[in-house]
């Protein structure tokens, strides 16, 4: 990696939801992918050794290790609390915009550790884009919203072209291209869910982190953020958390447990886990005994 790409003159936002990050190519570019990898078919891109994390005294993730694969949907599931979100904020440094929180340990994005001082976390957001809970398109033409984070990176050739292959992913272009220039905000829930999702993936990130992104729509939005979130997989590393279990053991490779206290108790294969947890504790979660 060359840390003087990690270096921004950007400025943070500090929004409680920030505009997502474009991707760049500056995070990781000379880090070897396959170095360090194990010749196996999965390849780790997201690592959390002994990863802690405080709200002031409150501790919210207790020593978590895992290692997430590339090009798989991870899901995060476990009762409200228990440190879901804090976790996912932990992947692109969305932790740092928190005042009281504190991180200790450390998390390996293709094996450089992004809290390392030279890591400029607006550059790590563009490689790892995030999608909220409630959609938040800005008050902007469907076409300037995908273009955005294009544009903030400078990559404005062929925008238009770019904005229609990005809405194609999200499942979205036949539904818009005859009102591209409408606002964002005119969409139904689940169609602006999914333009957050085109914004979020114009730029090419290598991760998308989901904060519980079907939890605001109805059913029939619900099942195409699905089905899409199963086919951006193809292309993109996925770390979704949810509170649908139901929705984890149909989308997700790999399932993470956390239960209270922040601590990842089981994380292994969706269907593993669903169908012959190792842990009672993670039997009695998923079986509606408490959370
Ligand atoms: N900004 C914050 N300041 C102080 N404490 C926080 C903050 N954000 C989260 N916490 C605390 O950290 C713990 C973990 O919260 P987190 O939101 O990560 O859990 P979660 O599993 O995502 O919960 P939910 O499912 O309800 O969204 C909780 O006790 C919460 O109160």
Redesign the pocket.
């Known amino acids: 990696m060359s840390n003087d790409q990690l270096t921004s003159t950007e400025t943070e936002s500090t929004d409680d939801q920030p505009a997502p990050t474009p991707g760049t190519d500056s995070l990781t570019d000379s880090v070897d992918p396959d170095e360090g990898a194990t010749p196996t078919a999965e390849r780790t891109i997201l690592e959390a050794r002994d990863l802690s994390v405080y709200?002031?005294e409150?501790q919210?993730l207790d020593g978590v290790d895992i290692e997430i694969p590339e090009k798989q949907v991870t899901a995060v599931i476990?009762p409200?609390?228990?440190?879901?979100?804090?976790?996912l904020r932990c992947i692109n440094r969305m932790n740092d915009l928190?005042d009281?929180?504190r991180v200790e340990g450390e998390l390996l994005f293709d094996g450089k550790n992004v809290y390392d001082e030279d890591v400029d976390p607006v550059a790590l957001r563009r490689k790892i884009g995030m999608v909220f809970q409630s959609p938040n398109p800005f008050p902007k033409s469907i076409r300037d919203n995908v273009a955005y984070g294009l544009k903030v990176q400078g990559k404005d050739e062929n925008v238009d072209e770019q904005v229609r292959k990005a809405l194609e992913r999200a499942a979205l272009l036949e539904e818009v291209e005859d009102q591209l220039d409408s606002s964002g905000l005119d969409l139904s829930g689940g169609q602006q869910q999914r333009l957050c999702i085109a914004r979020a993936i114009a730029p090419d990130p290598d991760v998308i982190l989901m904060d519980e992104p079907a939890s605001a729509l109805d059913p029939v939005a619900t099942s195409k953020i699905e089905d899409l979130i199963e086919d951006l997989a193809e292309e993109y590393t996925v770390v979704i958390?949810t509170?649908n279990m139901q929705q984890a053991a149909r989308i997700s490779d790999k399932t993470a447990v956390?239960l209270t206290g922040?601590e990842l108790v089981e994380f292994d294969d969706t269907d593993k886990i669903f169908e012959n947890p190792e842990h009672d504790r993670v039997e009695d979660y998923i079986t509606g005994k408490f959370g």
């Open positions: 709200y002031g409150e919210a476990g409200s609390g228990c440190g879901k979100s804090t976790f928190v009281a929180a958390v509170h956390f922040g």
